[in-house]
């Protein structure tokens, strides 16, 4: 199975930081990389696919980038509905599998 | 609009099985694979099973392989997952999400919740 580790598990920013979370794959993946976002108790929401494709109605304040093992996800100028816990997730091949999450507070 | 709404969920012992279902809306359900997605009270996002758009392939995540089956009813418009042989490690909020590029997903529904506990 491919292991996806993300960093850093939590992070503190504020209201108009830049901010990037990592996400590396333990073998290629091309480009089959997705990222989510999750507020608590709700459902997770689709940002990007493909590595860098946003989904339909993402803010472009959000960026993906990355091909093969390494992958970034990057929030240009933080709003306050920004904080929430994301995930990346790898869908080159079965089982698909998701990164353990990246928590984001306000600082 | 795109909607998916699941049920089925509820407390159940070990052992015993469970039916889920998503019922799908504001599109062509026949067109796109879907997926069934845990997650685990305080835990991060588990992939559980995918089916193809025709029903043709399906795979699992070996933590449930054997002991969840996916199928669906492109007539009646019906995602299911059927759970049998339940774990306490298979309590958790199960989601269906649509496929968009072989593995990749766009829309999610709003979980239901599967308790395994005596």
């Known amino acids: 199975d491919i292991q996806m580790t993300q960093s850093p598990s939590s992070l503190s920013a504020s209201v108009g930081d830049r901010v990037t979370i990592t996400c590396r794959a333990s073998q290629g993946i091309s480009n089959y990389l997705a990222w989510f976002q999750q507020k608590p108790g709700k459902a997770p929401k689709s940002l990007i696919y493909a590595a860098s494709t946003l989904q339909s109605g993402v803010p472009s304040r959000f960026s993906g980038s990355g091909s093969g093992t390494d992958f970034t996800l990057t929030i240009s100028s933080l709003q306050p509905e920004d904080f929430a816990t994301y995930y990346c997730q790898q869908y080159n091949s079965y089982p698909i599998t998701f990164g353990q999450g990246t928590r984001l507070d306000i600082k | ?118």
């Open chain 2, 1 to 118: 609009q795109v909607q998916l709404v699941e049920s089925g969920g509820g407390v159940v012992q070990p052992g015993r099985s469970l039916r889920l279902s998503c019922a799908p809306s504001g599109f062509t359900f026949g067109g796109y694979g879907m997926h069934w997605v845990r997650q685990a009270p305080g835990k991060g996002l588990e992939w559980v099973a995918v089916i193809w758009y025709d029903g043709s392939n399906k795979y699992y995540a070996d933590s449930v392989e054997g002991r969840f089956t996916i199928s669906r009813d492109n007539s009646k418009n019906t995602l299911s997952l059927q759970m049998n042989s339940l774990r306490a490690e298979d309590t958790a909020v199960y989601y269906c999400a649509r496929d968009i590029a072989s593995g990749s997903v766009d829309y999610w529904g709003q979980g239901t919740l599967v308790t395994v506990s005596s």
